[in-house]
């Protein structure tokens, strides 16, 4: 059972289009990150979200941590081929290390 | 460019033998962690190393052992090779152990295990 799970598991859209992924867990955390991962290479942090509710913009790309902090989102306004990639949540939890575990990941294939 | 290296890039191991990665941290940066990433899978956490000692551990068996330098360089060494062993290996250095820490990646390696 994973501690993090991310849908959906694959996506396959069309340049321009809008999308959501989603992350979500039953345990509280005190930080959710997101990172992209392209292929041959590591996984590149994108935002860290740290208080229930916050909502962050990059770009095209908005992340929101849930009210509980058990949950989050990101969102893509008008996708490009550029945003291809793994997205993939890593929490860390309440009381625990501070080692992030992370998710299964969404894949995302924006075709031009 | 995240400024942390890992050597080799790919790797072909048989099956019983052993393998040793190796991991360039960013300067400056005393902790790094050590992962394990299957075909579809996000990164599964092995452990980490924070000034030298063993900071923590994920659900790894002892054949996983690894050694942090004084120069903050770092290796992960798997015996007995499986099958199963087959992923990519990520190691990420960050400075220190606190809450938030940005973590930065290598490129990691490639392990096949035949």
């Known amino acids: 059972t994973q501690l993090l799970e991310q849908s959906p598991q694959f996506l396959s859209i069309q340049e321009g289009e809008n999308l959501t992924v989603y992350c979500n867990s039953s345990s509280v955390f005190s930080s959710l990150q997101w990172y992209r991962q392209e292929p041959g290479e590591g996984p590149v942090l994108l935002v860290t979200v740290v208080t229930g509710g916050e909502v962050k913009k990059l770009k095209r790309l908005t992340f929101q941590f849930g009210d509980a902090r058990k949950d989050s989102s990101l969102h893509i306004t008008a996708a490009q081929p550029g945003d291809t990639g793994l997205y993939l949540c890593a929490g860390e939890r309440t009381g625990g290390s501070y080692i992030p575990t992370f998710g299964r990941g969404t894949s995302l294939i924006v075709h031009p | 460019e995240t400024g942390v290296t890992q050597s080799p890039t790919h790797l072909i191991k048989t099956r019983g033998q052993q393998v040793t990665l190796r991991c360039s941290s960013q300067s400056g940066h005393n902790t790094v962690s050590w992962y394990q990433q299957a075909l579809g899978q996000g990164p599964q956490f092995i452990f980490q190393y924070y000034r030298e000692e063993e900071n923590g551990r994920g659900n790894f068996p002892p054949r996983f052992s690894g050694l942090q330098f004084p120069n903050y360089s770092s290796e992960l060494n798997v015996n007995a090779l499986e099958l199963d062993d087959s992923a990519l290996y990520l190691c990420?250095?960050?400075?220190?152990?606190?809450?938030?820490?940005?973590?930065?990646f290598g490129q990691g390696t490639r392990l096949t295990v035949v």
């Open positions: 990420a250095s960050s400075l220190g152990v606190v809450e938030n820490t940005e973590a930065f």
